[in-house]
């Protein structure tokens, strides 16, 4: 439980952000390139934040296909009924946030021939995913990779992001020796 905390609060912090858009944690006793094997966790994809609630099962086997083909391409194995050498999850996130800017145009800039004046509101959706490789003898976690983005704004859809964080957690993950 004070796992899934940890994990809850960095991602949905690092959505807070509009710089952030990969961050990689690594354990400093454990090289997971070293590893070869894994299972998924139960449950192999956690939701958080908004984006939990409808659809939700879409999402989760969407997401935990995604990161199969990236454990897959990056040389690690499906240990199936055997031993792991690490446990992965993902977990998905989102938190809606509000720009609020104010603008003021007035006739001695020529444009109007009076001042002008307007409040714009942006409303923006942004998200993550986190791909944790857990220790299956302690639960440490191991490697944790995050990737996060605008998913819509301005209440346009910009359809799923699911494959570009896939590709973003893929590009940070190390290979497996």
């Known amino acids: 439980m004070r796992l899934l905390l940890i994990c809850s609060v960095l991602l949905l912090s690092s959505c807070a952000t509009n710089s952030l858009k990969e961050l990689v944690q ?30 939700e099962s879409q999402l989760t086997d969407r997401a935990q296909s995604v990161g199969q083909a990236i454990l897959i391409n990056k040389g690690y194995v499906d240990a199936g009924p055997h031993k792991p050498d690490m446990i992965a999850s993902l977990m998905i996130g989102a938190v809606s946030q509000t720009s609020v800017s104010q603008h003021t145009v007035d006739a001695r800039q020529g444009y109007y021939d009076r001042t002008v004046s307007w409040t714009q509101e942006n409303e923006y959706l942004r998200g993550g995913v986190a791909m944790i490789l857990t220790n299956p003898d302690n639960g440490v976690i191991m490697w944790q990779g995050t990737a996060i983005d605008t998913l819509k704004s301005n209440r346009k859809s910009s359809g799923q992001k699911i494959d570009k964080f896939g590709k973003l957690v893929e590009e940070i993950l190390p290979a497996s020796q």
């Not at 934040?49 to 659809?55: M, T």
């Open 26 to 55: 690594v354990h400093p006793d454990y090289d997971v390139s070293q590893l070869k094997t894994f299972i998924w966790a139960e449950p192999p994809v956690r939701v958080i934040g908004i984006l939990s609630g409808s659809g």
